[in-house]
């Protein structure tokens, strides 16, 4: 990319998105073309900031495309990053002296981890035309390192790039944001994620629908889901969903025991929900765009029983119930109250608009 200032105007005319991310270890990078075309632009005008902030949800490829842009910036081959040469090699084996990455220890990142950095730096590099620090989820930096960090970048050394990458820019110190070039991340669509799981990760065709839909946009999260315990309970909960207005008091109030033990499945749960009642309510003017594609009989013949109206109180009560237990409620009487509300023999939240627990 580098291969001196002549180039720079001849790679500015070549077209964007050449980027080369088919051919090398870096070919798992999808749905992430905006991103793409910002770092290969940077690259083609041969203008890198010191810093760069990558920010996104986990999962999406803000990692791996930090590799893949250390590399280009190193790459000797005709299409960075090539794969091939010896710079490519050696990153992609994370074996390359010039590229640092800092990963949170259990606690987040810590100030002894910037200094060890800060000591890597104070020295030239060895081998790469640019040196590059991959610093990972920078949200977990405590302020005392998020300072120390915050010196790096107040006098950057020499052929260095720094790419942080974080959740979102609310969860660093300002100062430190105002210090990068951000290049935002964006959940993957769901499509591309199924198709993707399906064709490159062996996925079923089923799981890959069924992973896609619940992964909420991150690659990461749908491998990690690839287990049938996570099928088989989405089956279990649209199975109840679809009987819920026939059961028994005693019946609901032990499903929502049972779905309050495992709290922090409770996110998933509500997205089924949602998912579910957002396909009643759009089957019957477009049927074609369904999410649970393997549940559309059950989804036509429920969504007969419910008013346009029922569902949509339903679902402010999902949201609300979800407000509740991150407020910290207690999630079996929250869930009592939804289900309640599910069934029709209840409103939820209560008159008293009190959260209980
Ligand atoms: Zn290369």
């Known amino acids: ?28 990078i999808i749905g992430q073309q905006r991103a793409i075309e910002i770092l290969w632009t940077i690259l083609a005008r041969n203008k890198v900031p010191h810093a760069l902030l990558f920010t996104g949800i986990d999962g999406i490829g803000k990692g791996t495309t930090a590799l893949a842009f250390g590399a280009a910036l190193n790459c000797t081959g005709e299409r960075p990053p090539c794969g091939r040469c010896r710079s490519c090699k050696k990153i992609e084996a994370g074996s390359h002296p010039d590229i640092h990455r800092v990963t949170p220890a259990k606690t987040g990142i810590k100030v002894d981890q910037i200094r060890d950095l800060c000591g890597s730096l104070s020295m030239k590099p060895y081998e790469a035309r640019t040196r590059v620090v991959i610093m ?14 915050l010196k790096v970048l107040e006098e950057p050394p020499d052929r260095t790039v720094m790419i942080l990458t974080a959740l979102q ?8 944001v105002s210090r990068c070039q951000q290049v935002r991340f964006r959940p993957i669509p769901e499509r591309v994620l199924e198709r993707y799981l399906h064709e ?20 990461g999260r749908a491998i990690g889901e ?13 199975s109840e969903l679809t009987s819920l207005s026939n059961r028994p ?10 779905l309050s033990k495992e709290k922090s499945d409770l996110d998933e749960v509500f997205a089924i929900i949602r998912m579910w ?5 759009i089957c019957r003017y477009n049927p074609n765009r369904i ?6 009989r059950e989804v036509r013949n429920a969504a007969k029983g419910f008013s346009q109206t029922r569902l949509l109180s339903d679902m402010a009560a999902v949201n609300q119930a979800q407000k509740e237990i991150i407020a910290n409620a207690n999630p079996r009487m929250v869930l009592e109250g939804l289900l309640l509300q599910l069934a029709g023999c209840g409103s939820f939240p209560r008159a008293s608009g009190k959260a209980p627990g």
């Open 1 to 28: 990319m580098r291969e001196g200032a002549e180039g720079a105007g001849r790679l500015q005319r070549q077209p964007f998105r050449r980027l080369n991310l088919t051919d090398s270890a870096f070919s798992g």
């Open 136 to 149: 990972e989820d920078g949200q977990t930096m405590n302020p005392e390192a998020a300072n120390a960090f």
């Open 169 to 176: 820019t609310t969860d660093l110190l300002p100062t430190v």
């Open 200 to 219: 490159k990760k062996g996925f079923s065709e089923k799981a890959a629908m069924v992973s896609a839909l619940l992964a909420g946009g991150s690659v």
């Open 226 to 238: 690839k287990d049938s315990l996570r099928m088989e309970r989405r089956g279990w909960l649209l």
């Open 249 to 258: 008091l005693p019946v609901l109030f032990s499903l929502a025991e049972r």
């Open 277 to 281: 009642l957002r396909d009643l309510l």
């Open 291 to 296: 999410k649970n594609r393997d549940w559309g």
